[in-house]
């Protein structure tokens, strides 16, 4: 008996697009930074910055919060390149719905963005201490990035289904990145001295609301902010997702080469 | 064959991808189980478009499609589980030749078992071994094509849509891949093939539909087509003693009612002393009449041959027929092919 199709999918988008060397460089860079970035700014960021934490301690939430556009970029990707070589048409030229084609990019997103945060855990625990977690804060901290997740991925699978150049695509995300990584809460806290300007976009930054919660669910400091945190990504995922299903209704399945 | 034996029926068929702008229209045709139909075209002229609308990719503007059974406008993946589609445009997975293939059955839900032994006979037969552990991208373009045939063939379906699946490969590896879909048909898979080159649908099609800029201009069997539109053909009989002029102006006579014309021999040629050649529109048809004529003067007829009618030149004699400034030139669209089959020899009684 074989397996359901959008299963099916999933282990094919493993086992197809993702090359060892790609997977290795997406979640050894966070690990690297952890390592690196954080004991290196650990003695030079005052603790008083970052809630009386280490700034190794401080990264560590952040770096796993990250997971969330890895998952959404491998699946964007993925999908990216199914079209440019076709094989979306050819998918959907067999026994496959678009939903369950979508589905399964939305599994495979997740599924790659909870090992991240597994290798995440297991680089940064030895920083913050093995007792740091509760049960609730693992939950939070899993719902939160696959939440972020999906809306990353359902953005990008937009961009996708609207772009007819490989160049564009990678180039607005590449950009879309950066964007997002660094004008969030992922290396630096908001604080009295950050311009107001800057706080401002930060807000408009779903990593932002991703990262304070998991820091907050890693230190044990649940707030009404980080429900709020959790009801924004829940409303982007389902933006996104929605996108990614106009997207995929609308867009013209025929080769882009 | 019984209605059962339908496999594909379209009626007024049509897609436009913009307003009033059709890819294809009033398309009417019918595939039988085990036929292989041909869709015949030039680039452009909507024979993918036609693909992609009876496996479902594309809805239809207008018309209504049957294919097993189904509607296509209602039918899915229920569908799409009978169907085998080798698109034309190169699809690819980033893993070896032989992972490809056996995930693709995966995803077909084709046991592993048969799967494995599938994958060593397509490998086989489409002479991939060498390239078993290359990826795609390592392979040649026709080595990629054969590999893309390859895998579709790796699960069951009823109907198999090749979207010109040749391109790029050479005669031995076209041959070999022809005869086994031949081979296929036979054991009851119906198969629409698309293709721009004559003679691999006249060597392979049960049936060729040719289509021109979104029109079905004809549907019939390669012969019937050539006999139909293969224009004016050249016709060469030897009779064993040179004609006297008096002969020969009176066969220029006879034949020009039948609306043929003599031909003159060609400057620089070298004529048999009984030699005369004539050019007609249905020519095999003369033939039996020449004998006749021959016979009423006592004539002997050592040998008769009429140039070889080809799909080519009914497909340009169609498309002539449909596009000013593009007609066949003069002395027939035959004419290019130059062939002289001897269709009998020694004397007629």
Redesign the interface.
């Known amino acids: 008996m ?2 359901p199709p959008v299963l ?2 999933v ?2 988008n493993f ?3 993702l ?1 060892p060397l790609t997977i290795v460089i997406r979640f050894g860079q966070p690990a690297i930074t952890i390592a690196v970035l954080g004991t290196m700014f650990s003695g030079i960021v005052a603790s008083a910055l970052t809630d009386g934490l280490s700034y190794t301690a401080f990264l560590v939430p952040g770096m796993v919060a990250f997971q969330m556009i890895t998952g959404g970029v491998v699946s964007g990707n993925l999908f990216w ?1 199914d079209r440019r ?3 979306t ?9 678009r939903a369950e084609y979508l589905g399964g990019l939305v599994l495979t997103t997740l599924l790659f963005s909870l090992v991240g945060v597994g290798i995440m855990m297991l680089v940064g625990l030895p920083f913050i201490g093995v007792s740091a977690l509760s049960a609730v804060g693992v939950l939070t901290v899993l719902l939160t990035v696959g939440l972020g997740s999906i809306f990353f991925a359902g953005l990008l699978i937009t961009l996708g289904t609207r772009l007819r150049s490989a160049n564009a695509y990678f180039t607005i995300q590449s950009f879309l990145q950066l964007f997002v990584i660094f004008l969030s809460t992922v290396y630096y806290p908001i604080t009295s001295t950050t311009p107001k300007v800057l706080a401002t976009i930060f807000y408009f930054n779903p990593l932002t609301y991703a990262a304070n919660t998991i820091r907050d669910a890693f230190n044990g400091r649940f707030c009404a902010a980080d429900l709020i945190g959790i009801g924004v990504l829940g409303t982007l995922a389902a933006v996104g997702f929605g996108a990614a299903i106009w997207g995929f209704r609308t867009m013209d ?3 882009i ?1 | 064959m019984t209605s059962n034996d339908v496999v594909i029926e379209t009626r007024d068929l049509g897609y436009a991808y913009a307003a009033g702008r059709f890819a294809i229209r009033h398309l009417s045709l019918s595939l039988h189980r085990g036929e292989i139909l041909g869709l015949l075209g030039r680039n452009g002229a909507g024979k993918t478009t036609t693909v992609r609308l009876l496996t479902t990719l594309l809805p239809p503007s207008e018309g209504t499609a049957i294919v097993l059974g189904q509607d296509i406008r209602a039918a899915g993946r229920a569908l799409r589980a009978r169907l085998g589609v080798v698109l034309q445009s190169e699809s690819l997975d980033f893993v070896t030749v032989e992972k490809n293939l056996s995930l693709y059955a995966f995803l077909w839900g084709v046991p592993r078992e048969i799967a494995k032994t599938r994958a060593e006979e397509m490998i086989e037969l489409f002479e991939l071994e060498h390239a078993r552990r290359r990826k795609p991208w390592a392979l040649s373009g026709g080595e990629r094509r054969r590999f893309q045939v390859a895998r579709e063939l790796m699960h069951d379906m009823e109907i198999l849509f090749l979207d010109e699946p040749t391109v790029g490969l050479d005669a031995i590896s076209r041959r070999r891949i022809l005869a086994y879909l031949r081979r296929r048909a036979k054991g009851g898979l119906s198969i629409v093939f698309t293709t721009h080159i004559m003679h691999e649908a006249d060597m392979l099609c049960d049936r060729i539909a040719v289509v021109h800029k979104g029109k079905l201009l004809a549907l019939s069997t390669a012969d019937e087509l050539k006999h139909q539109h293969g224009g004016a053909r050249e016709v060469t009989i030897i009779f064993s003693t040179p004609l006297t002029s008096n002969l020969r102006a009176e066969f220029a006579s006879a034949i020009g009612q039948h609306g043929a014309v003599l031909l003159a021999p060609e400057p620089g040629s070298d004529p048999l002393p009984g030699q005369v050649s004539f050019r007609a529109e249905r020519a095999e048809e003369l033939l039996p009449w020449a004998s006749h004529w021959a016979q009423a003067h006592a004539l002997e007829i050592e040998r008769m041959a009429i140039e070889e009618a080809t799909l080519e030149g009914a497909f340009l004699g169609m498309i002539g027929e449909t596009e000013e400034g593009e007609a066949p030139e003069p002395g027939g669209p035959t004419s290019a092919a130059g062939v002289l089959t001897r269709v009998s020899g020694g004397g007629l009684p």
């Open positions: 074989s397996l099916r999918l282990v094919r086992a197809s697009n090359d390149l070589w076709s094989m048409e050819q998918i959907f030229s067999g026994p496959f719905l399945l025929g080769p080469q």
